[in-house]
């Protein structure tokens, strides 16, 4: 079956950086677009950022553009999401996603504070 099993979450510093890996795994990894989201407590879950199957075109989110790049490897069934210049308002849980689909990982804390 479908697994996605995010790792690399955590407490950072504000204007520190992370970055998110997705281990997947139970499907044709490299046929599928992928996505990170996330969701902060008492908000709704939002996109932060998509890539088209062979990498070649990503989308993000306003809030996270200049900031955050999301980047996948075919032969590793992997996506990652390099978080940088990080803001308290970035605290929430990640999710990897198959962009498109009902596959989601168990998900990710990520806190930025001081």
């Known amino acids: 079956q479908v697994q996605l099993v995010e790792s690399g979450g955590g407490l950072v510093q504000p204007g520190g950086s992370l970055r998110l890996s997705c281990a997947a795994s139970g499907f044709t990894f490299s046929s599928y677009a992928m996505s990170w989201y996330r969701q902060a407590l008492g908000k709704e879950r939002e996109l932060v950022a998509a890539?088209?199957?062979?990498?070649?075109?990503?989308i993000y989110a306003d809030s996270v553009k200049g900031r955050f790049t999301i980047s996948r490897d075919n032969a590793k069934n992997a996506v990652d999401l390099q978080m940088n210049s990080l803001k308290p308002a970035d605290t929430a849980v990640y999710y990897c996603h198959v962009h498109l689909t009902d596959h989601w990982g168990q998900g990710t804390q990520v806190t930025v504070s001081s």
């Open positions: 890539i088209g199957s062979t990498g070649g075109h990503t």
